[in-house]
C-alpha cells in the first residue's frame, strides 16, 4: 500500500497540514459524537414537515384511491411515474461511485462513496413509495409476486416489464442496501470502541462484533470487490428495465430502442447532480473541505458533461429517428412534444439538461461552488421534466382527437413529489448524525500516498522531476482548502 | 508476569507494523493476529493466509439464482398455466433474461454476503472481541499470544525496535466485554 509513491501529477485527494489517523477519525465522527448544531435543526424541521406532508398526502392517495391525482383516461401515468423514474435515476450515482469507480480504480471515490450510497437508499425508498401508490389497490401490491393463489394458480405475466422492475428495484434496493451497510461495518466499529454507555451498546449491535482482523480485512475487500462487479451490470440494467416499461409498450414516442442507454446516461446525470447539492452543503456544513476537495467536485461535474451531452445526443437522436422513421404517428409525436400544448415543458427540458450543463466546460463554472450548486439544481429540475415529457406528452393526445386531453396536477399530486423531496432529507439529516458520512476507513488508506502532505514530502525530498512539481503545485490553485502560501516557498 | 495473556504491539504508522511483523517473524515468534483501522495490502502474504475463496461461494450462489429464476419462470408460464399471448410461444426466452439476471445478482450478494459474515463471525448482537479500542481508529495493533511465547522483553524489544508506540499486555483477551 505505501511501499511506493503515487505519482506528483495526481492531485491530492485529502488535502491540510498534519492530518493522522486520529485527525481523520475526529474530523468524519464530529457531527456523529456532537450535538447537532442549529443550521442541522432547521434543515430537520423543514424536511420532516415536509416528510409529514408525504405521509397526509400518501395516506389520503391510499384511502380514496388514485382519483385523488389529476388523472385522466387519457392521461393515465403522470406525475407518479414521473416521481418513481426521477427518483430512481437519482439512486444511481450511488451505486455508480461505489461500485463502477471502485473497478475503474477511481480512489477519488473513497470519500464520497458512502453518502453517495445513502442517497441511493434513500432515493430508491422514495421511488418504491411511488410504485405502490399507483397501484391503487396497495394492500394489494404483493399480486406482483409470484405466489401460489386461489386463482389457478394464476400466475404473473413472467412477459411484463413491470413484474421484470419489481424484480430489478427490489433486487437493487437490498442489494445496495447490504453493500453499503457491509462497508459500514468497519466504520460502526470505530465509533463503538470510542464511545461509552448506551451508546456503546447500540453500535455494538449494528457492528456485528467488528473486529478488524486480518482476514476480517482480507475477505471484506474481496467481498467489496465481487460486489462492485455484481452491482456495476446491476445498476445498469435496472435502468434498462425502467425504460422498458416505456420502451416495450406501442406508444409513439415510448417505443424507441434508444432508450436503455438513454435513460442510463440520464440517470448517472441526474444521481450525480443530487451528490453534488448534497455535498456541497455538507461539505460546508460539516467542516469536511479537506476531504471533500475542488478536485471532487471537479470530477463530478465533468461526469456531468458528459452524461449531459450523452443525453443531448439522445434527444438529438429520437428526434432524427422520429423523421427517419417516416412514420406519421412517431413524427408527430415529437413536433407535438416540442410545439404542442406542452412545448415550454419540452424546452424546459432541453435548457436544463442539454444547453446549461454544457456551461460546466469553463473552468471557472466548474470550480465555482455557487455555480455548481445552483447547475446541480438546474439539472435535476430538467431531468424531472425529461420524464414528464416523455411520459404525458406521449400519452395526452392519443389515437382519437376527442379523447385528447391536458393533465392538471391535484394537490395531493403536488404534495407526494414535494413530500418525498421532505422525506429523503429527512433521512439523509438523520443518516448524517448517527453514521459516519464518509468512509473512514477508505479514507484512511489513501493518507499515506495520495495526500497533499505526503506529496508535500515527496516534494520535499526532491527527486520529483522539477516540471512535474510545477504542473502539480499549478493544479493546487483550484482547492480552496489548499494554504497557497506554503509552496510560494517551493 | 504469569497472569499475562497477550502482548500487543501498539503502532501509529502500517509500515512501522509491517516492519515488526518482519522483525517477530525473524526471530521466529509466532503472531497471534494484527488489527488495523483500515486493510493493508499486503499483510496476508506475510501471515501466510491463504487467498480467500468467497469468490468460488459466489459464483456457485450466483448460478443457483441463475437456475432458480429459470425453474420459477418455466414452470409458471410453460408448464402449469400457458397463457395464450396473441399465440405467442409461452416459452419465450429472452423475455426471462431479465429476472433471471436480477436473482442471480440476488442470490450471488445475499449468498456471498452471509457467508462472509458466517465465516467471520460477524452478526447483529455479537459481542465484539477487541484487544486494543484504538485499534479502529488510530492505531495498528499486532497481537502475540503470551504463553506460546517465553521470552516478554525480547518481543519488546523487538516491537519498539520497529517503531511500536506502546507495549500493552493484556491479561483477558479481549477488553471489550465489560
Not at chain 1, 409498450?249 to 447539492?277: K, Q, R
Not at chain 2, 503472531?31 to 495490502?41: A, E, F, L, N
Request: glycine share 6%; proline share 4%.
Amino acid at each position: 500500500m505505501s511501499g511506493h509513491n503515487e505519482s506528483i501529477l495526481r492531485e491530492p485527494l485529502i488535502t491540510g497540514d498534519n492530518i493522522t489517523y486520529a485527525k481523520i477519525t475526529d474530523d468524519i465522527l464530529m457531527p456523529v459524537e456532537n450535538k447537532p448544531n442549529k443550521a442541522w435543526w432547521i434543515g430537520f424541521i423543514v424536511s420532516a414537515l415536509g416528510a409529514l406532508l408525504w405521509v397526509v398526502a400518501v395516506s389520503y392517495t391510499f384511502w380514496n384511491g388514485i382519483g385523488a391525482w389529476g388523472l385522466n383516461k387519457t392521461v393515465g401515468w403522470a406525475w407518479d411515474i414521473t416521481g418513481f423514474v426521477w427518483w430512481v435515476g437519482i439512486g444511481h450515482a450511488g451505486t455508480l461511485i461505489s461500485a463502477v469507480l471502485l473497478l475503474f480504480r477511481q480512489n477519488w471515490r473513497n470519500s464520497i462513496n458512502r453518502s453517495a450510497e445513502a442517497m441511493t437508499i434513500f432515493a430508491v425508498i422514495c421511488a418504491a413509495t411511488y410504485v405502490v401508490s399507483h397501484m391503487g389497490r396497495p394492500w394489494l401490491a404483493y399480486w406482483v409476486l409470484p405466489l401460489p393463489n386461489q386463482f389457478g394458480s394464476l400466475w404473473v405475466n413472467f412477459n411484463s416489464p413491470l413484474v421484470w422492475d419489481m424484480f430489478a428495484i427490489s433486487t437493487y434496493f437490498s442489494v445496495s442496501l447490504l453493500f453499503w451497510y457491509t462497508g459500514l461495518l468497519p466504520d460502526i466499529a470505530t465509533i463503538r470502541d470510542r464511545a461509552v454507555g448506551t451508546r456503546r451498546k447500540i453500535y455494538s449491535i449494528f457492528s456485528f462484533g467488528w473486529s478488524g482482523s486480518v482476514k476480517t480485512w482480507q475477505r471484506f475487500e474481496a467481498v467489496s470487490l465481487i460486489l462492485a462487479g455484481i452491482s456495476t451490470p446491476l445498476v445498469l440494467s435496472v435502468h434498462t428495465i425502467v425504460s422498458m416499461d416505456f420502451a416495450t409498450s406501442v406508444i409513439p414516442g415510448w417505443h424507441t430502442t434508444i432508450f436503455p442507454p438513454y435513460f442510463v446516461a440520464g440517470a448517472i446525470f441526474s444521481g450525480f447532480a443530487m451528490v453534488l447539492t448534497l455535498l456541497l452543503v455538507a461539505r460546508k456544513v460539516l467542516g469536511l473541505e479537506n476531504y471533500i476537495t475542488m478536485f471532487h467536485i471537479e470530477s463530478m461535474n465533468k461526469i456531468i458533461i458528459l452524461t449531459g451531452s450523452i443525453v443531448g445526443v439522445a434527444y438529438l437522436t429520437e428526434f432524427f429517428i422520429a423523421w427517419y422513421s417516416g412514420s406519421e404517428y412517431e413524427q408527430y409525436a415529437f413536433i407535438n412534444r416540442s410545439t404542442g400544448p406542452y412545448w415550454w415543458s419540452y424546452w424546459m427540458m432541453m435548457t436544463c439538461n442539454v444547453i446549461s450543463p454544457q456551461l460546466l466546460w469553463f473552468k471557472k463554472i466548474r470550480l465555482s461552488i455557487k455555480a455548481t450548486w445552483i447547475l446541480s439544481i438546474v439539472v435535476n429540475v430538467g431531468m424531472w421534466f425529461e420524464r414528464f415529457v416523455i411520459i404525458v406528452t406521449s400519452l395526452h393526445r392519443d389515437y382519437i382527437p376527442s379523447s385528447w386531453a391536458m393533465f392538471y396536477p391535484t394537490w395531493v399530486d403536488i404534495s407526494v413529489f414535494v413530500g418525498s423531496i421532505g422525506l429523503f432529507f429527512t433521512l439523509f439529516l438523520l443518516f448524517l448524525r448517527v453514521l459516519p458520512s464518509i468512509a473512514i476507513a477508505e479514507v484512511k488508506l489513501l493518507l499515506k500516498t495520495a495526500s497533499e502532505q505526503a506529496k508535500m514530502k515527496q516534494i520535499k525530498e526532491g527527486h520529483e522531476n522539477k516540471e512535474y512539481v510545477a504542473e502539480y503545485i499549478e493544479s493546487l490553485e483550484k482547492f480552496d482548502s489548499v494554504k497557497q502560501e506554503d509552496y510560494a516557498k517551493i | 508476569m504469569s497472569d499475562i495473556k497477550y502482548i500487543l504491539g501498539s503502532f501509529g504508522d502500517p509500515d512501522e507494523m509491517m516492519h515488526g511483523i518482519e522483525k517477530l517473524q525473524e526471530n521466529n515468534i509466532s503472531i497471534y493476529d494484527v488489527y488495523t483501522p483500515m486493510p493493508i495490502h499486503g499483510i496476508e502474504a506475510k501471515l501466510g493466509i491463504k487467498r480467500s475463496r468467497i469468490d468460488i461461494a459466489a459464483f456457485c450462489f450466483g448460478i443457483t439464482g441463475t437456475c432458480c429464476a429459470f425453474a420459477l419462470i418455466y414452470f409458471c408460464a410453460v408448464i402449469d398455466w400457458r397463457v395464450n399471448i396473441g399465440g405467442k410461444p409461452s416459452f419465450a426466452l429472452p423475455d426471462f433474461i431479465p429476472i433471471m439476471f436480477e436473482l442471480t445478482v440476488l442470490f450471488c450478494a445475499f449468498g456471498m454476503v452471509l457467508t462472509y459474515y458466517a465465516s467471520t463471525h460477524l452478526f447483529p448482537g455479537r459481542a465484539p472481541r477487541v484487544m486494543d479500542l484504538r485499534a479502529t481508529d488510530d492505531r495498528f495493533v499486532i497481537a502475540v499470544d503470551a504463553k506460546d511465547n517465553a521470552a516478554h522483553t525480547v518481543i519488546d524489544g523487538l516491537l519498539k525496535e520497529a517503531g511500536a508506540l506502546e507495549i500493552k499486555y493484556n491479561e483477558r483477551k479481549y477488553i471489550s466485554y465489560e
